[in-house]
């Protein structure tokens, strides 16, 4: 945990987002790939009220930003899935 800057503060900051039940290969996974809090907070604001942790990897591996999301959305694609919104990222899709 430490080498990957895991502290203290930012599992406490994990847990006031709800995500206080995530297992350690997931947290790291979650360090690894910089699911930060403030990267939940703003998919939250998007109206993904829970993603489960794999969801929230698989958007920052792939490259689904909340720009991305938010470009998606001006474009007509209104309700997307994470799912979905990851898939056409694999694709090309921009």
Do not use: C
């Not at 403030?38 to 794999?54: A, M, R, S, W």
Request: glycine content about 8%; charged content about 25%.
């Amino acid at each position: 945990m430490r080498i990957h800057g895991a502290t203290p503060e930012w599992m406490n900051q994990l847990k006031k987002d709800g995500y206080d039940h995530v297992d350690l290969e997931q947290l790291i996974a979650f360090r690894i790939h910089g699911v930060s809090p403030d990267f939940i907070e703003k998919v939250q604001k998007l109206g993904y009220t829970h993603p489960d942790p794999e969801q929230l990897v698989a958007m920052r591996i792939h490259g689904v930003t909340p720009e991305y999301i938010a470009q998606m959305r001006s474009h007509g694609l209104q309700n997307l899935s994470i799912d979905q919104l990851v898939e056409m990222r694999i694709h090309g899709v921009d």
